[in-house]
């Protein structure tokens, strides 16, 4: 299909007028042109990464054959390269985002080469934690200065990698509390870029690292008090969903909604950890010292996140009514007095398989009030998922398993012909 023709056929046969067929060329235009501005940007930052590790190679494969002086002046070469194409890029490619984020790719490699290159020339030793941070701290500026999203990705790259070498990957490892401080400096360039350009790519790939790096660093928190790690876990997942049913992200696809996949996701996987009995006879097996647990980090971090998940939660119920609720957003809250439960009884288990049934069944619930397949089937999902889990349960007979799994077989049979049957009959 021609389309230009396809105009030209409906103007002349009166279909639309010449202004709405200029329209329509001008709209498609512009479209084209951003994409071609995508792919542009795209191939410019992955050109100038590549430049740069073909530079690092060539050094690498004659290091030998240089002297200190010539292996210095080659260290300070690639930071000096990237300064100019950055200097050339603001002066007199200011508008163009492929030389801005190209040569700000180039640069920020750069200075991890260079740091690590002086380094090795003058054999000063350090730890690979001290390297990543004095790298990230070095590149924050560039991310405003040059305005460059790539930079900003690979700094939130780097700060998680530091935070986990410094306390999951070194013995003895240390709190990575700067970690913190680091990623709050990151936070106005996110806000500038979700007021510019909320659906583009970069904001997407935001949308979803920053989310992931604090799930990945928030344990490193933990210390004396790691049992209270999990209801900070469940906080930090419930403020991650809420965040992503915010009119903001709620309005993009599911796909581009990095907080809500993975606070749904985060959520459902601990509920369905702590559905089995091991985690509570450890946690009751605990002998608690109060005014240590109340001093903890961990506690300080379980009140911080619950605190901030109520208040998005307060709204989030409020201009929703009772049948449009996603019990999903309610769990955070209700893990605290299961969890303060779970320290003296058994009763823990049950609620949490409880609840877990109850999430599946309003999801359920919600895709056939809705007409939508994927959430009927992955409520059904979800009650699969507890099925299996009790599977392992060593106290169920097998009669009992079996029946459990042909139950929910029958379920999405029945649920999925009850769908297409509804969508047939209001065709």
């Known amino acids: 299909m021609n389309l230009t023709n396809d105009i030209t056929e409906l103007v002349e046969a009166g279909v639309i007028s010449p202004e709405t067929a200029a329209s329509i060329r001008a709209y498609y235009r512009e479209k084209g042109g951003q994409s071609s501005n995508r792919l542009f940007v795209a191939y410019g930052i992955i050109g100038a990464i590549l430049v740069g590790l073909g530079i690092i190679l060539v050094l690498a494969h004659n290091w030998d054959a240089f002297s200190r002086t010539v292996k210095t002046y080659w260290a300070f070469l690639p930071l000096l390269m990237g300064q100019i194409l950055c200097g050339f890029a603001l002066l007199k490619k200011s508008e163009s985002v492929a030389w801005r984020e190209g040569s700000a790719a180039f640069l920020f490699f750069?200075?991890?080469?260079?740091?690590?290159?002086?380094?090795?020339?003058?054999?000063?030793?350090?730890?690979?934690?001290?390297f990543l941070l004095t790298w990230m701290l070095l590149c924050l500026p560039l991310v405003y200065v040059m305005n460059s999203s790539i930079t900003s990705l690979l700094y939130l790259i780097g700060i998680t990698f530091y935070a986990a070498e410094t306390s999951y990957w070194t013995y003895p490892g240390t709190e990575a509390y700067f970690y913190w401080l680091l990623l709050l400096s990151i936070m106005p360039h996110y806000y500038l870029l979700g007021r510019k350009n909320p659906e583009g790519n970069f904001m997407i790939f935001h949308n979803w690292i920053i989310p992931l790096s604090v799930i990945i660093t928030l344990g490193t928190i933990a210390g004396t008090v790691d049992e209270l790690m999990v209801p900070a876990y469940f906080s930090l997942f419930g403020l991650c969903y809420l965040i992503g049913e915010l009119d903001f992200f709620a309005r993009q696809k599911p796909i581009n909604n990095g907080y809500k996949?993975?606070?749904?996701?985060?959520?459902?996987?601990?509920?369905?950890?702590?559905?089995?009995?091991?985690?509570?006879?450890?946690?009751?097996?605990?002998?608690?010292?109060?005014?240590?647990?109340?001093?903890?980090?961990?506690?300080?971090?379980?009140?911080?996140?619950?605190?901030?998940?109520?208040?998005?939660?307060?709204p989030h119920l409020k201009n929703k009514s009772w049948k449009d609720a996603k019990p999903i957003g309610l769990v955070f809250i209700l893990f605290i007095?299961?969890?303060?439960?779970?320290?003296?009884?058994?009763?823990?288990?049950?609620?949490?398989?409880?609840?877990?049934?109850?999430?599946?069944?309003?999801?359920?619930?919600?895709?056939?009030?809705?007409?939508?397949?994927?959430?009927?089937?992955?409520?059904?999902?979800?009650?699969?998922?507890?099925?299996?889990?009790?599977?392992f349960d060593t106290d169920l007979s097998f009669i009992l398993r079996g029946g459990l799994f042909v139950s929910v077989g029958i379920g999405f049979i029945v649920a999925n012909y009850w769908m297409l049957k509804k969508r047939k009959s209001n065709e």
């Open 110 to 130: 750069a200075v991890g080469a260079s740091v690590s290159l002086i380094s090795q020339i003058y054999h000063m030793p350090g730890e690979l934690s001290v």
């Open 261 to 314: 996949v993975l606070g749904f996701v985060g959520t459902m996987v601990l509920l369905l950890t702590v559905s089995f009995d091991w985690f509570w006879e450890h946690l009751r097996n605990e002998d608690f010292i109060w005014n240590q647990v109340i001093t903890a980090p961990e506690f300080l971090a379980v009140v911080l996140l619950t605190v901030f998940g109520a208040v998005l939660l307060v």
């Open 337 to 391: 007095p299961i969890f303060i439960s779970g320290l003296s009884s058994s009763l823990s288990v049950p609620l949490v398989n409880l609840l877990v049934f109850a999430i599946g069944i309003f999801t359920i619930r919600n895709g056939g009030r809705l007409n939508n397949l994927g959430t009927l089937n992955l409520g059904l999902l979800i009650i699969a998922a507890l099925v299996v889990c009790r599977f």
